[in-house]
């Protein structure tokens, strides 16, 4: 079986222990490759590999047209290993290989639009008085640490790596234990291809509570950015803040799409397909919760449950499958047990309700009818193909249904009214809305958590400031 390395400092290498990690296809528990897994020696040579890079200048001193040709190098690169690649994270992650392929081209998409900005971060000129000219600089911090989920390995990875890099940073990505595969052969891959000077983009695998602890705890990780469990996070927010450096963190949801009275009922159907059974359920902004008029409840409980019961269950590389696996076994009895305690608290599982029979993760299409907002399949987030249906009467309620987790990280409207979208919109506390429809982002626009869902914003022009700091310079004439 194939061992997998890290990549520090331009090479690929064992690092310092002989302990490896097995990784497993979720489609059917069997190990799939042996990842080496870091110890604090290899967090720490790849933490000096990022460092001594920064401290050359390579990046900083690049001129921005060659840092954004550099970036689109690595763009093409990334396209160019979608196939193979794509095929790896398919059997690591379990998601639909289209989808895996399609990671590679959205981690490109993300190197492409971020070399845009790379001529584009200017300062200001402030007036002080006719005796001092002052002005802003906006410098990279050195290392920044990145801690990937295993939902979407490439994306999230290239999301937090294009900004960081465009801005001039040295980087350590630490991939997630269950998802290492194709980051640490492909994407490093296109990384060493695309000639990225050694040091400046290192990736190791390992243990979150041993390697990333170590990363983020290390003295050298000038700035940090997490996307995963709002649990994990917070852990994290308190490493940083020991050593008081900048954190983006993006965390969980509970999203909830409101349904009005006069919508498009199909638009919903369509959405939950994409939003709670698309990668399993397991997206941190999954359309998790509908909260439908009492007029029209019953009609679209109907639509979805037909949805959820003719949703073809199958692995990821299998034609025409459309429900894929969960992640883990860990993962699967999770989502059991939210399913258990949903039917225990009274609501009603008008499809699925339980795990698939036979080998993997897989997990029912499931929908829940006679939700109540304090249930616990209402208010935690479950991270698996899990929908649960909640009634309301008065507007005024469904906002505050909506509002009502510790979440608020998306949130949706179905309506053919314009000023009740936007006046809704307007209401809802989540970092991004979807009108009707789910998913409606691009590279280009901001993406980011209100509430317990996070801080700080990924994606488009915004988040680039979260990779940069501002210098001021006055001088005296
Ligand atoms: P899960 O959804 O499996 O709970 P987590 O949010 O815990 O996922 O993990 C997301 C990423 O965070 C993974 O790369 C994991 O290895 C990493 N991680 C987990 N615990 C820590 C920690 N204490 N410090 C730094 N990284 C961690």
């Known amino acids: 079986m194939e061992k997998y390395q890290h990549y520090i400092n331009g090479k690929w290498t064992d690092g310092s222990s002989k302990e490896t990690i097995s990784v497993v296809n979720p489609a059917n528990g069997k190990d799939i490759g042996q ?23 390579v990046l900083v001193d690049m001129l921005p ?8 190098s690595i763009a093409n690169e990334l396209r160019a290993v979608s196939k193979e690649g794509g ?7 379990g998601k639909l290989l289209a989808n895996a392929e399609y990671e590679f081209v959205d981690g490109a998409n993300y190197f492409d639009y971020y070399s845009g900005m790379t001529d584009k971060l200017e300062g200001n000129t402030i007036p002080v008085n006719n005796k001092v000219v002052d002005y802003t600089l906006l410098e990279p911090y050195g290392v920044s640490g990145h801690i990937i989920p295993w939902n979407f390995p490439i994306s999230m990875l290239a999301r937090s790596l294009a900004c960081a890099f465009a801005a001039g940073n040295s980087t350590v990505i630490k991939t997630a234990e269950l998802t290492p595969l194709a980051t640490a052969s492909f994407f490093a891959k296109a990384i060493d291809n695309a000639g990225v000077p050694p040091g400046l983009i290192n990736v190791i695998c390992g243990h979150g509570n041993e390697a990333g602890a170590n990363l983020t705890a290390h003295k050298d990780v000038a700035q940090i950015t997490f996307t995963g469990s709002v649990a994990t996070g917070k852990t994290i927010l308190h490493a940083a803040a020991d050593r008081a450096v900048p954190a983006v963190v993006e965390l969980g949801g509970k999203s909830a799409a409101i349904v009005y009275p006069d919508a498009d009922l199909d638009k919903v159907v369509t959405s939950a397909k994409a939003g709670i059974f698309g990668q399993a359920g397991q997206i941190c902004s999954a359309m998790s919760r509908v909260v439908a008029h009492k007029s029209i409840k019953n009609e679209l409980v109907e639509k979805l449950a037909n949805l959820a019961s003719t949703i073809k269950v199958g692995p990821g590389d299998v034609e025409g499958s459309e429900l894929t696996p969960v992640i883990s076994e860990e993962q699967v009895q999770k989502v059991e047990n939210y399913s258990r ?8 599982a008008v499809a699925g309700g339980k795990r698939v029979e036979g080998d993997g993760y897989f997990f029912e299409a499931t929908v829940f009818d006679n939700v109540k907002p304090d249930m616990t399949i209402a208010q935690e987030e479950i991270f698996g193909p899990v929908l649960s249906v909640l009634e309301y009467d008065e507007p005024e309620e469904a906002i505050e249904i909506a509002n009502g987790t510790e979440f608020g990280l998306a949130g949706g409207v179905f309506t053919r009214d314009l000023d009740k979208a936007t006046e809704t919109a307007g209401k809802l506390e989540a970092g991004q809305i979807y009108v009707n429809s789910w998913f409606t982002g691009s590279v280009a626009t901001p993406f980011g958590g209100y509430k317990q869902s ?9 988040a680039i400031k979260s990779y940069l700091q501002v210098k001021n310079v006055g001088i005296q004439l």
């Open 454 to 462: 996070g801080y700080s914003r990924e994606k488009g022009q915004e």
């Open 35 to 57: 990842v080496v897994c870091a110890k604090s020696d290899d967090v720490n040579a790849a933490v000096e590999a990022a460092l001594n890079s920064y401290k050359s200048r």
């Open 87 to 93: 095929k790896l994270l398919c059997h690591e992650n």
């Open 65 to 72: 047209m060659e840092r954004a040709k550099l970036m689109r």
């Open 341 to 348: 305690s949903g039917q225990q608290a009274g609501a009603e």
